[in-house]
């Protein structure tokens, strides 16, 4: 089991690297690594885009969000003028697409986000359109939609799952996201709100205040939610 300093993403010395650019737990890495190679034999491309991120990155992206640096979007893709938000409407808007920092389950080296490299190589090259991690992109004829159909069917024969495979009024559904079930199940029953309450106080959170009034309801609406597959 990792550490508190590691499920708030203060500590990341229990991660081995994967790529350059990511990081997983050691089995993790390995299990993810064994459905690559499958995948590939099937005719897929499949990528990390995004694995661990440690407290002060998703620190970052909260006060982004918070001061409109980066875009809040509502559930259907219309950007949001963070200016005329309430407190708490900007704590939603920005909960429904990123998590509060030491809340996200990108800290645990057991969860990341998947696409395949080259169908989106070449849907910007053909379409010149941009690849921007939305739902749309993973469905239908989106570049990622024959990788998504596989992992469907295939991702739990490694030991992964979809924790936000459809929206429950918490997180936005996330095709993308790929979480190791018997790691992650055992850290999401162990975190401690107290413990993430003082994390957060102690931190430079935009918001602060308000995410603290209402955090065990945060907690349970976005942490918790979605947290378990059907059936775990």
């Given at each position: 089991m990792i550490s508190q300093q590691q499920r708030f993403g203060l500590d990341d010395t229990h991660l081995i690297d994967v790529s350059s650019e990511h990081r997983l737990l050691a089995e993790v890495a390995d299990k993810f690594t064994q459905m690559q190679i499958a995948a590939s034999r099937d005719g897929h491309d499949l990528q990390i885009c995004?694995?661990?991120?440690?407290?002060?990155?998703?620190?970052?992206?909260?006060?982004?969000?918070?001061?409109?640096?980066?875009?809040?979007?509502?559930?259907?893709?219309?950007?949001?003028?963070?200016?005329?938000?309430?407190?708490?409407?900007?704590?939603?808007?920005?909960?429904?697409?990123?998590?509060?920092?030491?809340?996200?389950?990108?800290?645990?080296?057991?969860?990341?986000?998947?696409?395949?490299?080259?169908?989106?190589?070449?849907?910007?090259?053909k379409l010149n359109k941009s690849f921007n991690l939305v739902p749309e992109e993973y469905e239908a004829n989106g570049p990622c939609a024959p990788l998504s159909s596989w992992l469907e069917v295939n991702a739990k024969t490694f030991g992964f799952y979809f924790p936000y495979a459809k929206y429950t009024g918490g997180v936005a559904r996330e095709p993308w996201h790929l979480s190791y079930l018997s790691i992650s199940q055992d850290i999401i029953s162990t975190l401690s709100l107290d413990a993430l309450a003082e994390t957060l106080q102690n931190s430079s959170l935009q918001g602060k205040s308000s995410v603290l009034s209402t955090l065990p309801e945060l907690f349970e609406r976005y942490t918790l939610n979605n947290g378990c597959p059907p059936n775990a």
């Open positions: 995004s694995s661990f991120r440690s407290f002060e990155r998703q620190l970052s992206i909260w006060n982004r969000k918070w001061h409109g640096e980066l875009p809040l979007n509502t559930l259907d893709g219309k950007q949001l003028d963070a200016t005329q938000l309430t407190d708490d409407e900007k704590i939603h808007a920005i909960m429904l697409w990123s998590a509060l920092p030491g809340a996200s389950r990108h800290h645990w080296g057991t969860d990341f986000d998947v696409y395949d490299k080259t169908c989106v190589q070449n849907y910007k090259v």
